[in-house]
């Protein structure tokens, strides 16, 4: 009985605003869990059909084998996962004296270490099993410093690039592109607050030019996220904040050429995270100040959301957004009432 207790509340996680139901949502819950010191579930990826990843906070991740979901064994950790197509993973672990990375292709697991002391990785891409970028900080004397590392085949090397990244996504065909921005912490930046999106050309990093947006007194772009469904279409996602508070989102879009400014402009919201939705339209994860958070559809030209709270609730926020390859089969993950919750849409 305390099980069904449980789904039910968590279905009323779903409760769809107006404008979703006339484009059909089906967003379902998958599995619940506490939210607690521990065990809150954080980031998801998917590398294909029956294969998906939770990252679960100082606890093992959980792993979907297109059935249900199992727990993984070991120590706690890794808190990052990427995957580059079914059955490439990519997974990475703190360590004192390294970052602690492990691969999966061709069915076996490899150590590749990262040799970098006092060094976490807060981004990361792969774009196959002989391919991956990663990019973090650490922590020296000399206080905090920004590093970016590329595993080409045989070893990680570091990479300058001209401003410390905050994230990273790739086309199908493996183009690499990068966000820079600061957020509120500031951490590594210098004290710098201009947000800016980079493309590696093969042989160094290239700052994009991004349209003139005007801000607000004390009002800083904040970019949060970036998908590049393919060569010649990307977005990058955040807000305008103003003292770390959103004041109006940012959407921009890449049109093979450049970036423009579209005029979907939600007040008081902060899109957080974005993913293609498996062909030519998006979904977001959308912070509104004083309210839950919501997942937001983007889809020949129109805007729809779904709430993630029950309504009438304080909160409710999603914190992880994923595509499953190849389909419109997406995943999220979502903490509301000190629970957490994967979702699964289909």
Known sequence: MKL??????????????????????GWQVSLVGETGMWGGFREVSSGGPGDAWVMRAGLPPLRWNGAEWRGETGKAGPYLVRQAGQGVIWTFTDGAARVDVRRLAEGRWSRLPIEAESAHVTAAVATGADDCWA????????????????W??????????PLPISDLAATPDGQVWALSSPGESNLGYGGERTASILRWTGGEWLRTPIPPIALPEEGHLELNDIAMPYAGLGYAV?????????????????DGVSWE???????????THVATDGGSGLWLAAARRGRPDALVRFVDGAWSQVSVTPEGGADGHVRGLANVPGTPQMWATVETGGRSAVLSYR
Do not use: K
């Open 4 to 25: 069904w207790t449980i789904i039910a509340a968590a279905c009323a996680l779903l409760i769809p605003d107006a404008p979703a139901a006339a484009h059909g949502h």
């Open 135 to 150: 990019a973090g900080l650490r922590l020296s004397r000399e206080g905090m410093t920004d590093g970016l590392w590329h």
């Open 152 to 161: 080409e085949g045989q070893a990680w090397r570091t990479i300058a690039a």
């Open 238 to 254: 955040g807000a305008i904040t103003v003292r770390g508070v959103p004041s109006e989102a940012v959407v921009l879009r890449w």
């Open 261 to 271: 400014r579209l005029p979907h402009r939600p007040a008081a919201t902060a899109y």
